[in-house]
């Protein structure tokens, strides 16, 4: 269940998956949904520990309190100016709940994320880890210029991603692996290419399956009723099926393509490998 058009999903929906080891709660503003704190006790008493991702927005007490309780942690959007950012960082610090941050790298913020890495702000000084996800070019304003593989900053990024310790871990979602295999040097045992409809389902709100909450933009989705057609959808759907077959034909011939599986099955423009590769063989970009 995800997006900030959470208020739609019915509690009672929800519940069909909870069992589910693959099922997950996350995306938007999940904690501005109505029987937010609900689903997580309900959640949490069904063996599972719940994490979310908030914008800061409607932490009230009783979230609060109930994040402490249910969750293993939670994950706080950074927005410029980064004040809502940091009032939420510290609400949920100082009740003692993990905070990991996620941050959009983008051109036009990868020198903010250099900076913070050089030098990070206090708000920063308490989290669990910082989280940097790859700009796909979706929502309400698509900026092509915006896409990360534009940068000319990104080598020095992943140079200080990796050669300065921090009192935070430093991650990244699985969109932003081509970077990860093409720029560093990490353990290929700390890498994995993208999970959607491998390791992972998306349910939108009004109780559709994707492989991620992407496909939303190019796809009408598998309906799931119940748990029946749930199972249905992720074993045997066309649109599950068809996502793991993109990730079985990799066929670039660069080294790492077994490791990044043909990155992304919707968006190829958020590749970050081209760029790294034509650098690395010294072609003009
Ligand atoms: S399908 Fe694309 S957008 Fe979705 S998780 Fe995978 S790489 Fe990211």
Same mark, same amino acid.
Not at 111 to 140: C, D, S
Not at 147 to 172: D, P, Q, R, W, Y
């Given at each position: 269940?995800?997006?900030?058009?959470?208020?739609?999903?019915?509690?009672?929906?929800?519940?069909?998956?909870?069992?589910?080891?693959?099922?997950?709660?996350?995306? /938007? &503003?999940?904690?501005?949904?109505?029987?937010?704190?609900?689903?997580?006790?309900?959640?949490?008493?069904?063996?599972?520990?719940?994490?979310?991702?908030?914008?800061?927005?409607?932490?009230?007490?009783?979230?609060?309190?109930?994040?402490?309780?249910?969750?293993?942690?939670?994950?706080?959007?950074?927005?410029?100016?980064?004040?809502?950012?940091?009032?939420?960082?510290?609400?949920?610090?100082?009740?003692?709940?993990?905070? &990991?941050?996620?941050?959009?790298?983008?051109?036009?913020?990868?020198?903010?994320?250099?900076?913070?890495?050089?030098?990070?702000?206090?708000?920063?000084?308490?989290?669990?880890?910082?989280?940097?996800?790859?700009?796909?070019?979706? /929502?309400?304003?698509?900026?092509?210029?915006?896409?990360?593989?534009?940068?000319?900053?990104?080598?020095?990024?992943?140079?200080?991603?990796?050669?300065?310790?921090?009192?935070?871990?430093?991650?990244?979602?699985?969109?932003?692996?081509?970077?990860?295999?093409?720029?560093?040097?990490?353990?290929?045992?700390?890498?994995?290419?993208?999970?959607?409809?491998?390791?992972?389902?998306?349910?939108?709100?009004?109780?559709?399956?994707?492989?991620?909450?992407?496909?939303?933009?190019?796809?009408?989705?598998?309906?799931?009723?119940?748990?029946?057609?749930?199972?249905?959808?992720?074993?045997?759907?066309?649109?599950?099926?068809?996502?793991?077959?993109?990730?079985?034909?990799?066929?670039?011939?660069?080294?790492?393509?077994?490791?990044?599986? &043909? /990155?992304?099955?919707?968006?190829?423009?958020?590749?970050?490998?081209?760029?790294?590769?034509?650098?690395?063989? /010294?072609?003009?970009?």
């Amino acid at each position: 269940m995800g997006s900030n058009r959470i208020g739609n999903l019915k509690f009672g929906d929800a519940t069909l998956f909870l069992f589910d080891p693959f099922s997950f709660i996350g995306g /938007g &503003n999940p904690n501005q949904h109505p029987e937010f704190v609900q689903i997580l006790e309900y959640t949490r008493r069904n063996g599972i520990v719940p994490n979310y991702t908030t914008n800061g927005r409607g932490l009230t007490d009783k979230v609060i309190k109930a994040s402490k309780q249910y969750c293993g942690a939670v994950a706080v959007s950074a927005y410029a100016p980064f004040t809502e950012t940091a009032s939420a960082i510290n609400a949920l610090i100082n009740e003692g709940i993990k905070v &990991n941050l996620h941050f959009i790298l983008t051109t036009e913020t990868i020198a903010t994320a250099i900076e913070w890495l050089k030098h990070p702000p206090m708000m920063l000084e308490h989290i669990n880890a910082i989280i940097f996800l790859n700009y796909k070019p979706i /929502g309400r304003s698509v900026v092509p210029e915006l896409l990360l593989n534009a940068s000319e900053l990104m080598g020095e990024f992943f140079e200080v991603v990796t050669s300065i310790k921090h009192t935070f871990k430093i991650g990244f979602d699985s969109c932003s692996v081509s970077g990860i295999v093409s720029y560093t040097k990490a353990n290929p045992n700390t890498i994995e290419a993208c999970d959607a409809g491998r390791f992972s389902m998306f349910i939108s709100e009004d109780m559709k399956a994707y492989p991620c909450s992407f496909y939303i933009s190019s796809d009408s989705g598998v309906p799931i009723t119940d748990r029946d057609s749930f199972f249905a959808a992720w074993q045997t759907s066309e649109l599950f099926q068809a996502a793991r077959t993109y990730f079985r034909s990799y066929d670039c011939d660069c080294k790492y393509s077994n490791m990044c599986l &043909n /990155g992304c099955p919707i968006f190829p423009e958020i590749r970050l490998c081209n760029q790294a590769r034509r650098k690395k063989e /010294g072609v003009a970009l």
